[in-house]
């Protein structure tokens, strides 16, 4: 991620890049705890991711994703990561821990889930600095709001 661009600094952008830390940081550890033997534990950090990445892709798509979406510069590297989006829900949660091509799923969508980061953290969000109006940051922000009722 860019220090450079000042994205970090609006809200709704730092509660997406919090939320990408939570879920990275439990990929990691749930790889850590794989290596260990420990599947339990490496269950228990993926279902926090799913949980986790489904609120945070609603408030991405349903806000920031629809609003950009308005102008067709972004339609079509949106719809690639809402692809990765529908892609990691249905692949995360039908894993199969136990089993050595599961184990090697999980560090492939790891792999992935870094490279999605990457280009809404390198891309998305530093364009949306320059795309968004105040109203649409406004809409954004209750999108988000709304995939997180909790707080």
């Known amino acids: 991620m860019c220090h450079y661009c000042g994205c970090r600094d609006i809200p709704l952008i730092k509660e997406f890049i919090a939320e990408h830390e939570r879920v990275t940081d439990a990929a990691g550890d749930a790889q850590r705890a794989l290596a260990e033997g420990r599947t339990e534990r490496a269950r228990e950090l993926v279902a926090f991711m799913a ?7 609603r ?7 629809a609003v950009m979406r308005e102008d067709p510069e972004y339609a079509e590297y949106i719809d690639v990561l809402v692809g990765e989006h529908r892609d990691h829900s249905a692949r995360l949660p039908a894993l199969d821990l136990e ?17 999605h980061i990457s280009r809404e ?16 940051w406004d809409r954004s922000f ?5 995939a997180h009722p909790e707080q």
Not at 51 to 57: A, F, G, I, P, T
Not at 59 to 65: D, K, M, P, Q, Y
């Open 121 to 136: 953290e390198d891309g998305l969000f530093p364009a949306s600095l320059t795309a968004l109006s105040g109203d649409e």
């Open 142 to 146: 209750a999108a988000w709001r709304e």
């Open 99 to 115: 089993a050595a091509e599961g184990r090697a799923e999980f560090d492939r969508m790891v792999t992935e889930l870094h490279h």
């Open 51 to 57: 949980r986790e990445l489904d609120s945070h892709w």
């Open 59 to 65: 408030g991405e798509e349903n806000g920031l994703f």
